[in-house]
């Protein structure tokens, strides 16, 4: 059992990288990745919210959706956990590190539409994952998000010194960037 879940946690943080090999969550990947300080703050908030929304909506969908099979709701009951969830985790950062609250300024309430953060609590309930699964999942993928936009965010703070060709400059550079990345956690799909 603790195989299969040190197995299922590396593959959702490394081999299966929600962002670099599911192309999930983007946005605030590329939005966010611009200071390290930001980058680990942003990482910090989706392991919370990701972590937290899979324990929610697995006991959901087990004890509600499927009791009263009403399945058929899972995408709009995760929704609004979800946004429940955010909305906390704004209201927590606002009143006890105004300064993180700050720096991420219009991108903490895109973590209610990270679509991450939905994918990992569909990927939980379609791959009938039991609760502590879909927890280990959820920890795992979250983590390998914030391993890429820490990853992405030490980048981008280097590249800004170097002299890149004026078309490359910006996003360019950035995409690929992040393209070369996710080649290089290609060679992770060796591991298991």
Same mark, same amino acid.
């Given at each position: 059992? /603790?195989? =299969?879940?040190?197995? @299922?946690? @590396? !593959? =959702?943080? &490394?081999?299966?990288?929600?962002? @670099?090999? *599911?192309?999930? !969550?983007?946005c605030p990947f590329l939005g966010v990745s611009k200071k390290v300080k930001t980058a680990v703050g942003m990482g910090t908030s989706v392991i919370f919210v990701i972590t937290l929304s899979s324990i929610v909506t697995g006991i959901l969908y087990e004890q509600l959706l499927v009791r009263f099979h009403i399945e058929y709701l899972k995408t709009i009951i995760f929704i609004?956990? /979800?946004?429940? @969830? +955010? *909305?906390? &985790?704004?209201?927590?950062? #606002?009143?006890? $590190?105004?300064?993180?609250?700050?720096? &991420? !300024?219009v991108y903490l309430?895109? $973590?209610?539409?990270?679509?991450? +953060?939905? !994918?990992?609590?569909?990927?939980? +309930?379609? #791959?009938?994952? =039991?609760?502590?699964?879909?927890? +280990?999942n959820g920890f795992a993928t979250s983590v390998g998000f914030a391993i890429s936009i820490i990853i992405l965010a030490g980048i981008?703070? #280097? /590249? *800004?010194?170097?002299?890149?060709?004026?078309?490359?400059?910006g996003m360019p550079i950035v995409l690929i960037s992040a393209g070369l990345m996710a080649i290089a956690f290609c060679g992770f799909s060796g591991l298991l």
């Open positions: 059992m /603790i195989r =299969s879940l040190i197995f @299922l946690a @590396l !593959g =959702s943080a &490394l081999i299966n990288n929600v962002v @670099l090999s *599911q192309f999930l !969550g983007l609004l956990v /979800i946004a429940a @969830l +955010v *909305q906390f &985790l704004e209201m927590f950062l #606002k009143r006890y $590190i105004p300064s993180l609250y700050s720096a &991420l !300024g309430p895109l $973590i209610t539409t990270n679509c991450a +953060v939905l !994918g990992v609590a569909l990927t939980n +309930v379609n #791959k009938s994952y =039991s609760l502590l699964e879909g927890t +280990v981008r703070e #280097k /590249i *800004q010194y170097n002299d890149i060709p004026k078309p490359f400059k």
